[in-house]
């Protein structure tokens, strides 16, 4: 059964440093993979989307990468900050289907 | 751009009752709209895709005749949770994608927290 996995479900770094977190999947083809983030009782919020033929995107200090052969997504956010902190969720979707599907999550927290 | 709400917010009911739960676009409209669901600590998990006019599709483990779906329009989606019990208790996330767009974005509500007791 096809599955979304994020390397960790906590990452904790210094401020200023750049947090990198992943997401691996299996028995799944995606057509492309977006990132979001997800405060404490919130909804997420959408902050990239990238396609299976794009190697990297890039948005101010958040860039992703798409690497198909690997089957893995990194998404990195340089000189994080205190305000970085919340969880992130990769999600794949299909390029025939509408519903994308969720990965478990990374709770990222920046100390000062 | 790109509102979507809920409501309410937050809900406490009693065992047995039903509850209905608002999703709207805001500034855009949706022929399609999703309801996920998410327990703490975990991610979200899709319950229904609702497409306007027509009946929702759900996720497999799902008992439609329990999570009613109603899309009337292009800017409202409706989740109605039948007879509620403890277990039902949950963040109940609704998600639109706009209409007439190539987009693959949706755009999530802030969330709807459902406490049966």
């Known amino acids: 059964s096809q599955k979304i996995e994020q390397n960790s479900e906590a990452l904790n770094i210094q401020e200023g440093k750049t947090a990198t977190l992943t997401c691996n999947y299996t028995n799944y083809s995606p057509a492309y993979l977006q990132w979001y983030r997800q405060d404490p009782g919130r909804g997420p919020v959408f902050l990239l989307l990238i396609r299976e033929n794009e190697k990297e995107k890039r948005k101010e200090r958040l860039k992703v990468t798409f690497d198909t052969t690997l089957k893995q997504s990194l998404f990195h956010i340089t000189a994080s900050q205190p305000a970085d902190s919340a969880t992130y969720l990769c999600a794949l979707g299909r390029r025939s289907a509408s519903k994308i599907i969720f990965g478990s999550g990374t709770r990222l927290s920046i100390r000062p | 751009g790109a509102v979507v709400s809920q409501h309410p917010s937050w809900v406490i009911c009693k065992s047995g009752t039903s509850v209905k739960i608002e999703c709207r676009s805001l500034d855009f409209q949706a022929t399609t709209m999703f309801w996920y669901r998410q327990f703490p600590k975990q991610s979200l998990m899709l319950m229904a895709t609702?497409?306007?006019?027509?009946?929702?599709?759900?996720e497999q483990g799902v008992e439609k005749d329990k999570f009613l779906i109603n899309h009337a329009s292009l800017t409202l989606s409706t989740l109605t949770v039948t007879s509620a019990h403890p277990e039902d208790s949950s963040f109940y996330i609704c998600?639109?994608?706009?209409?007439?767009?190539?987009?693959?974005?949706?755009?999530f509500g802030p969330g709807t927290r459902l406490t049966v007791l």
């Open positions: 609702s497409n306007e006019g027509s009946k929702a599709t759900y």
């Open positions: 998600s639109a994608r706009p209409s007439g767009l190539r987009t693959d974005t949706q755009y």
